[in-house]
């Protein structure tokens, strides 16, 4: 194999894994451009030299361990916080992106750049549905409009309303000009009641209102 096949063949590998990359550092995640751009090189660099330095029989071997090493630096990017599992979708960027590196290292053109228009198109067009899905999960849930006395109780009444309602999410949060703050939280209408009642009694709450969906994402009436 020529020096240049190979440059052409790295050179392949990173723009296409960079292109993921760029995605995901721009969605603010852990993995971004450089840590996607050297997965994608790493992978064709291990197929090309799988390749060139080994017969036919231990090159499906090198690109076995590719798909396990893999395998154990996606699971780094995977990490749980309370009820939630976070970095599943980077960690599988990882995996599509060494995917990419090994049809790029493996000479086949084409196959990268096909496999890199249908990893962007999955990230980029199934957030939109995701996005969509959401707002229609908010339409069908409560508001808490929660005034606290104090701002430094913020994230201890987090985890308080997160052991009542795990569904429970911030909607908005606006501080008043007497140092207090007025929390708006979504919450499962299931739940809604009896997290209005403990909230009522809790430390440095000043006064809790439980609004009906129909007003959701809209003015109420008496606000205007």
């Known amino acids: 194999m020529e020096l240049y096949d190979v440059l052409g063949r790295l050179v392949l590998a990173a723009v296409c894994a960079a292109v993921v990359g ?11 451009l450089r840590t996607h751009t050297l997965v994608g090189v790493g992978a064709a660099l291990f197929t090309v030299v799988s390749i060139v330095g080994f017969d036919e029989a231990d090159q499906s071997r090198v690109a076995a361990q590719i798909v396990t090493g893999i395998g154990f630096l996606g699971a780094g990017a995977i990490f749980r916080e309370g009820h939630f599992v976070k970095g599943l979708t980077t960690a599988a960027g990882l995996w599509a992106v060494a995917a990419l590196g090994m049809a790029a290292g493996s000479g086949r053109y084409d196959i990268a750049t096909l496999g890199t228009i249908v990893i962007i198109t999955v990230l980029l067009g199934f ?9 229609q999960t ?10 606290i006395e104090e701002t430094d109780l913020l994230k201890d009444l987090f985890k308080f309303m997160k052991r009542i309602d795990e569904s429970a999410e911030q ?14 939280m979504g919450a499962d209408p299931d739940r809604s009641e009896m997290l209005r009642e403990m909230l009522s009694v809790h430390r440095g709450i000043r006064e809790v209102e439980l609004l009906s969906p ?11």
Do not use: N
Not at 138 to 146: S, V
Not at 177 to 184: E, H, N, P, Y
Not at 214 to 224: M, N, V
């Open 214 to 224: 129909l007003f959701f994402g809209h003015e109420r009436p008496d606000d205007t």
């Open 171 to 184: 909607l908005s949060f606006r501080r008043q000009r007497d140092g207090s703050g007025v929390l708006t």
């Open 22 to 32: 760029f995605e995901r550092e721009a969605s603010h995640k852990a993995a971004g």
């Open 127 to 135: 957030r939109v549905i995701d996005a969509y899905v959401a707002r």
């Open 138 to 147: 908010r339409q069908h849930r409560d508001r808490l409009e929660i005034v």
